[in-house]
């Protein structure tokens, strides 16, 4: 058998390690012998030159035994020595010799642990540019904003191909590699534009303070009307429909109350002259704002898309009656699902986006639900939770993990297949895992960003 130390090694290494201790054999005798010349000479007659007259006492004869007796131990001990460092070496090279020469793979787990952290990283970096850029958008103009713009567009579309790359089967190794490296380009496409957009941007403080004041004006006056919009809803559509858009303006009122403060920092630090100051209190207010902008702006969407699905619940539920009348065999618990909705048209208040979400999951693996009404039932389902997870997982994004961000990304995906049944099912799951990760970890005082975080 092959021993681990020739198989570490090239063949080649070993004769060279041989030649070398050899060499040093040589060498140590040869030095031996070499302090030995002295004594010897030492012994010999001087034949070449007369006898003194006067000599000096000669030596005792014990002691010039002693020093040829020194010679052989001196050489031994030589030799000693070097067979003595040959063997450590070797047992140096011996252990070495079980150790990889290129670095050691990280562990499957380390491995999922970096790819999550750069997901969440890349995630939080690509929205924060995306909110704000509306904020830029209105000092600067738009030749200007075009390259920013396409750097977005990019570091999305990256972030887009390391989630795809997140759900792959096949080399799990290779798949996570690719999704770092995915996130670390998006990084820094957003990282070549930052340094210019913020030149452009804190030039001059005054003029970016009072976009985000007006901003946040204007804003305010919307969060109003979102109460009045919060209490039709929940007259017309029940308590659960109130409750889920209520909780939104809340919120939203919330993060206005938050940027007030911040925009009364900024503007006295902008005052004092102090500009590092203004800008970080500044950029906390934009963000506070323009989190509230998506929780209004959702409220609003919420109240169109419930209105879409109170007028379509009735033809969609003829529709699905008639594909299910016509199915064999018909799926397990449609009868009683579309008898549920039927009921509840006539009970009073309530959710007809949920009700359409019922119809076409109970009638999803029939042929005739991918055509006419109910078709256009199942995408207003799917593109509402799309939009609620999406909405969600920006505003709250602190407290989220890769696990909700990537479900969302994969239903996007799958609405533009499309395939809006199974869309919409993906989104509530990564509604639910946000809501989950929300629980668990609370809320962070804010969660503001800038072109790119990090």
Known sequence: MTSSLVRGRPRHATAHIRVRVAHA???????????????????????????RTTAAPAAPRDDESSAVDLILPVAVLGTAGVVAAYSYVRRGRRASGVVPSAPAAPAPAESDRRARAALVEADDSVRASEEELPFAAALLDERTLASFRHAIHTARTELSAAFALWHQSGDRGQALAGVVGRCAEAGRVLDARAGELDRLRWAQVGPALEVAEGAFRRLTARA???????????????????????????????????ATARLNEARRAADLGEQGQAVRQLRAAEGSVAQAGILVTGVDRTARRLREAAALVPAALTGAEAVLATAAPAPSGADDTLAAVRTELTAGPYDPLDA????????????????????TAADLVARAAVGEAEDFIAVHRGAIGADPRSLLATAVRTLAAPHPVEAAVLARRALELSERDVRTHGLPESDTGRFRTG
């Open 25 to 51: 054999l040589v060498g140590a005798v040869a030095g031996a012998g070499w302090l030995a010349i002295p004594v010897l000479t030492a012994q010999e007659p001087a034949t070449a030159s007369p006898p």
């Open 224 to 258: 109003a009307g979102a109460r009045a919009t919060v209490t039709e809803l929940r007259e017309r559509y029940g308590p659960s429909v109130g409750a889920r858009v209520a909780g939104c303006v809340e919120e939203a009122m919330d993060r206005l109350v938050f």
């Open 356 to 375: 359409l979400r019922r119809i076409t999951r109970a009638l999803a693996r029939l042929p005739g639900a991918r055509s006419g009404v109910l078709d």
